[in-house]
């Protein structure tokens, strides 16, 4: 996935002669559209005309705008979902025919596994020192009997335990807390935003609603789905590229209770950039970019609900 991140102040995009120009007062550059995917729109200064947007579309490019706090609140992206009536009516009739769990149980049990697989890596790194992993491999064959969401939260309790003692001291990064004002757990939050917005793009076009879930709750204009779908790829798209950036000393500046706006974009591209990393999956023989797994895995998704046969979640082989 070729993204730009937009985050400076006075930026302008247009387009010109089949190229998309990105300008302000003391440059102009022109880029093919053929080499971009996605432009991350992370400032409130910035202006795009709608030839451009046009000829982004034209080119398949997604246009996604992000508030301070790295949630999407637009985006702009082809109209190009596969069997949409089809799989949608799918995915309304699992949740009402009793379905639900049984998908929940594949998300969440690829959730653990990967946390399972990323705190084994961060021991072979030197990163922590015990075997932690162990404790949540044992927690698995319990989501057959108990509930998941009570299973999925002991996991998660051991898994931020482990993830903070990689962290540096001075961080002050006590485990996983969504209104911690410690810059870890509010790069969590940004980083995870643009994550929802991957996930956001890939289930559309594969066809599936991103407002109807099987473990959030539904909620008028919350994306349960998205939220549910991208729980399996957080450790292998977030947790580890955070982890590796703060260990080499990336401190973000936090001002009025937000993330400075420029390191706001170093973090976005430190996000994109572990989109990129290739990664192979169990099941598959096919190392793939992570953002090519994420859309795999949401055309698997939707494939499964249409046929009716078992969904397999997105684990990684770490």
Known sequence: MRTIVIAEYGIRISAKKGSLVISNKEKKIRISPADIDQILIASGGTSITSRAVRLAMRHGIDIVFLDARGEPWARIYPSTPTATTATRRAQYEAIYRGASKEIAKAIIEAKLRNQAGHLKSLRRKGYIAEAAHRYIEDLIPRLDSEDLMKVEAEAAHIYWQSIAQAIPREIGFQGRNHDSPDPFNMALNYGYAILYSECWKALAIAGLDPYAGYIHKDRSGKESLVYDFSEMFKPSAVDRTL??????????????????????AELARAIVDGLERIVREEGDHNPKKLSQAI????????????????????????
């Open 295 to 318: 859309r795999a895995s949401s055309i698997r998704l939707a494939s499964s609900l249409r046929s009716g046969t078992r969904y397999r979640g997105f684990i990684e082989v770490w």
């Open 243 to 264: 982890i590796e950036i703060f260990r080499k000393g990336f401190r973000p500046k936090i001002v009025d209770g937000f993330i400075d706006r420029r390191d706001r």
